[in-house]
């Protein structure tokens, strides 16, 4: 026996209608992707309005688009094939880019390598455009970042912009730089450890100088694994802070103090004399 009571299909609900835009930010057109705009939500709400953008196309596959829409914007050649090489640089210099589109592409890689907040004002004069168009492209990207549930945030702070980590990724992430600690430390991370150890207290741009490369990175590596640490600030322009060694950094080594360093002048390259690197800035 059938039910007389008819049925009706489920309709999918209607999307939410868009919230009146401000004055002073244009409505999404060619020069302004759709969903890059808007404001982050706040704590605990809903996130304003559909998700902006959607996952990577698959190596070789389509990108995917909204159910029925036959615009979908085809792959770029050049990133299909060969996962393990994907995407190749060639793929990635051939996308087309509006000026809007760079700007956004340069102010997402430099603040992906800036380990402090960064004005708005320093952006602008680095990517070559107004305070104005930067302020609000960080603005979009802020909010983007929360709408698509990023595992990273951007965030106004200290007078200026940086990426943080998700908190609800927390604790991943504190358990994946616990794993971190029981590895061995690279070749670069012990190099600057050896000149931490030797020429203490130092500053980043001193240990840099006498490596020759971005060590940003690394001291953030020694000082998680407690080897290094924050001894005071230089007297000279900036107040650059100076680091040295810790006692952790002693009882890896099984030295009662750092007179039980062996000799530099053992471990140089042949021709390279110790009072030239003291003599560095």
Do not use: C
């Not at 404001?39 to 809903?46: D, F, L, N, R």
């Not at 615009?71 to 000026?99: C, H, I, K, Q």
């Amino acid at each position: 026996m059938t039910d007389p009571t008819p049925t009706t299909p489920d309709r999918p609900s209607p999307p939410p209608s868009p919230g009146p835009e401000r004055a002073d930010q244009p409505s999404a057109g060619p020069d302004r992707p759709p969903g890059s705009g808007g404001q982050v939500p706040e704590p605990g709400g809903q996130p304003p309005g559909p998700v902006a953008g959607g996952p990577l196309a698959e190596p070789g596959g389509q990108a995917p688009g909204p159910a029925g829409d036959d615009a979908a914007g085809p792959v770029v050649e050049g990133l299909e094939g060969d996962p393990t090489a994907w995407p190749p640089d060639e793929a990635l210099d051939a996308v087309d880019l509006d000026d809007r589109g760079w700007t956004r592409r340069n102010l997402e890689a430099i603040l992906l390598v800036a380990d402090e907040p960064v004005a708005a004002a320093v952006l602008a004069e680095i990517v070559g455009s107004r305070l104005s168009e930067v302020e609000e492209l960080l603005v979009d990207l802020a909010g983007e970042y929360a709408r698509d549930g990023r595992g990273f945030v951007l965030r106004a702070i200290a007078g200026g912009w940086r990426l943080y980590t998700h908190p609800g990724a927390r604790s991943v992430v504190e358990a994946f730089l616990r794993a971190g600690q029981q590895s061995r430390l690279t070749r670069a991370a012990l190099e600057t450890l050896a000149v931490i150890a030797y020429r203490q207290p130092v500053t980043r741009f001193q240990v840099a100088a006498v490596r020759g490369v971005s060590v940003d990175g690394v001291f953030r590596t020694l000082a998680s694994r407690g080897l290094i640490h924050e001894v005071g600030t230089d007297p000279g322009p900036g107040q650059a802070i100076l680091y040295g060694t810790t006692p952790a950094f002693l009882e890896q080594l099984g030295l009662n103090d750092l007179d039980q360093l062996p000799p530099i002048k053992d471990y140089l390259p042949e021709g390279v004399d110790l009072l030239d690197l003291q003599d560095q800035p």
